[in-house]
């Protein structure tokens, strides 16, 4: 009895090693294939037309899934403006599309260590952010906004601002609404949550005053809740882009393709698929 | 020459984690709550696993020598209700516990911190009433007839010979419960409480470096578990010491 267990622990242990084994290969072919692939593409800079070097291959994008209607679960399949609009470009540059749900925060980490190929969420080019990843053209434009319950006595962002104010501000982790609110109002009035649904939840149950989060979302957000309300800010227009690895070789192509795409309207059609002009 | 240029990236990405805008303070609040939450689910879980434990382990002592009555029924119904709460708490992940317990329950309380406190009680309860009712049972059987021989009453023995008995053989499961329970409480920042993990994840999301804000968070933890490994150390020592 006791040798058998013993055995069974000893193949446990090999199989969790060849697990190892296994992921740290992929990882080496990566890195081959990363280097193979940066040497032509430094010496044919801009010209990806015919012969793209990342044609054929399968591009994963992260995401975190949680954000109408860039992106979003509809029967199991995740769908929207990021996604139809990075399968877009895919069809144009000849690679497969496979989409990686995460954490918003941990979008930028998997992009900078190689684990995704690059990042659309609805994210904002900032400076900060500019400095760990590289981002495409932008693609699309958003404002902060905040979200209320009907009757709730704050009716502008300077309400938040005021002296002696103490409401309490929920944002989506480790996006723009986190910075600015954060900024705006100090680490005491925010309540930072993993996702924009979540602290959505919160406001309905009476647990936080507001929520600051992008327009789209909000609106989504507020038509699947009754009783809420979104008010007008002066925050400023954001730039939507998708982000890569600093350095990396799919930017210029991704670019080349976004840039067709947008100037053949195919993107603006995608964009007002999702959003009704107002 | 090498060796200077990886020192400098590690200073310079130290300070950018954690001197830059004080994103230090984010940790210290963040280690705050943990250990208030740790401390107070511990007090609840003790509470409420002995009370548990305590109706557990009478009735599968005693109910078949009891005889028929009031105090019977009133033992089978709380044995009863103790072991649907076990089965639901044992059954569920702490996570799902937390936020059930935060949106539905505690629906309009915005009190994240004493929720969690709350919830994470309750979830350790759970389990000490099981690490408990171990260590009762474990007693030799003579232990409870030679405390009957000598006159005692059932809860005069338990009180007098058994449960100190116990307590020393509970102990290292005891404390290797509170210490799962200190790392359980990463998961609080579901309900946007900062504790200590979600306080290396804001500065995390603030500044794309993984490294060190989580290295700097598992120190910690490493160095309240080792602790506790200490405390625990000292207290079996010096239990063991009438061991002669």
Known sequence: MKKFIAAALCLVMILGLSACAGSSKTDTSAATAAASTAAPAASASASAAAASSAAGKTLIMATNAEFPPYEYYENDKIVGIDAEIAQAVCDKMGCTLEIDNMEFGSIVTAVSSGKADFGMAGMTVTDERKQSVDFSTSYATGVQVVIVKDGSEITSVDDLSADGAKYMVGVQQDTTGDIYATDDFGDERVQRFNKGADAVAALSAGKIDCVIIDNEPAKAFVAANTGLKILDTSYVTEDYAACFAKGSTLTAEFNTALEALIKDGTVQSIIDKYISAD | ?244
């Open chain 2, 1 to 244: 020459m090498k060796l200077a240029e990886w020192f400098a990236k590690i200073k310079a990405e130290f300070i950018l984690n954690f001197v830059e805008d004080n994103r230090w303070r984010y940790l210290v609040k963040g280690l705050g709550n943990t250990l208030q939450i740790t401390i107070a689910a511990v007090l609840i879980g003790i509470v409420i696993g002995t009370l548990v434990a305590a109706v557990r382990s009478s009735w599968d002592q005693n109910q078949e020598g009891m005889r028929r009555g009031a105090g019977r029924t009133l033992l089978k119904i709380a044995n009863g209700i103790c072991r649907v709460y076990l089965t639901i708490i044992r059954g569920t992940p702490v996570v799902v516990q937390l936020m059930i317990i935060y949106y539905v329950i505690f629906a309009s309380s915005n009190n994240g911190v004493g929720v969690a406190m709350l919830a994470f009680g309750i979830n350790s309860g759970a389990y000490v009433a099981e690490v408990i009712r171990g260590g009762i049972m474990s007693i030799d059987r003579g232990q409870m007839e030679a405390g009957r021989s000598l006159g005692f009453g059932y809860v005069q023995t338990m009180r007098f010979v058994i449960v100190p008995q116990a307590f020393k053989n509970v102990l290292p499961a005891l404390a290797n419960e509170f210490i799962a329970l200190l790392k359980e409480t990463s998961v609080a920042g579901y309900v946007a409480v900062t504790d200590l993990t979600k306080g290396g994840d804001i500065i995390r999301g603030r500044t794309y470096s993984a490294f060190m804000p989580l290295i700097a968070v598992a120190l910690i933890y490493l160095a309240l578990v080792m602790l506790l490994e200490w405390l625990d150390r000292r207290l079996e020592r010096r239990l063991r010491s009438s061991d002669h």
